[in-house]
């Protein structure tokens, strides 16, 4: 009965976990991706301060999609070191500390969001300082949380790396999902490099890009196939009938 309970435990967490997988991407889509571009314009201060005034709603929105990304990711986080511990005990360790820390940042980095709402809608603020003194100050930190973004990049591209050994050597799930997440993992890396350090150029962008697209198509492929298939069972079997014996 044990074994059958763990059985259906294992289950039910490969497929939260796809769950889980899939409404991050959802948020991450609407608070990382669309709600700075309507709000951000690059060089052009007035602009963005002006975007900001008149879509307070949209970036209120992004930042709670934010805060649900970093809640749902320590949940994730959780679950996946469960499901991958009897593989390498040691690696599943450096994937979830790697993600953990990811959210870390992810939530210092909200303070970049914060701070320039708060400017731009305090009376005190609107006295103290010029107009364009307000609005450079407010795109200067609205662009300071993008470097954030690249900062957690660094943690995130080290837990694909991570992630991508695990599903290929757990058997759980096909060894091209691992192999896609493990190559695309270096886009990550690479990018917050280039962008922290500003030693990207054109061919650097180009593999850059190419590596993201490859990390893309195993990240949702993975988020699908846990959702639908869960995981082989007979080989998460095998793999804690081994790691039982062991101890």
Not at 35 to 49: F, L, Q, R
Not at 191 to 209: A, K, P
Request: hydrophobic share 50%; aromatic share 12%; proline share 2%.
């Amino acid at each position: 009965m044990t074994e059958i309970t763990n059985q259906i435990q294992a289950m039910t967490y490969a497929k939260f976990a796809g769950l889980l997988y899939l409404l991050i991407a959802i948020s991450g889509g609407f608070s990382i991706g669309y709600m700075p571009s309507v709000i951000i314009v690059s060089d052009d201060a007035a602009t963005t301060a002006q975007n900001l005034l008149e879509n307070q709603g949209l970036f209120r929105l992004g930042i709670l999609g934010d805060i649900v990304i970093i809640l749902l990711e320590i949940i994730l986080t959780v679950i996946l070191y469960r499901l991958f511990k009897p593989i390498n005990q040691t690696i599943s360790m450096i994937a979830a500390f790697s993600r953990l820390s990811m959210s870390i940042v992810m939530g210092l980095n909200l303070l970049n969001y914060l701070i320039p709402y708060h400017l731009l809608n305090s009376a005190n603020n609107l006295v103290a300082f010029e107009i364009d003194e307000l609005q450079s100050l407010v795109l200067v930190f609205l662009e300071a949380h993008e470097y954030g973004v690249y900062i957690w990049g660094l943690f995130f591209g080290l837990h694909l790396i991570s992630l991508g050994y695990l599903v290929f050597k757990s058997g759980y799930f096909p060894k091209v999902l691992g192999l896609l997440m493990g190559i695309g993992s270096f886009g990550y890396s690479l990018e917050s490099i280039g962008e922290i350090t500003l030693t990207h150029n054109e061919l650097f962008s180009i593999l850059v890009i190419a590596l993201l697209v490859i990390v893309t198509i195993g990240e949702l492929s993975f988020t699908f196939w846990l959702l639908i298939k869960g995981l082989n069972i007979e080989e998460w079997n095998k793999r804690n009938f081994k790691r039982v014996n062991k101890n």
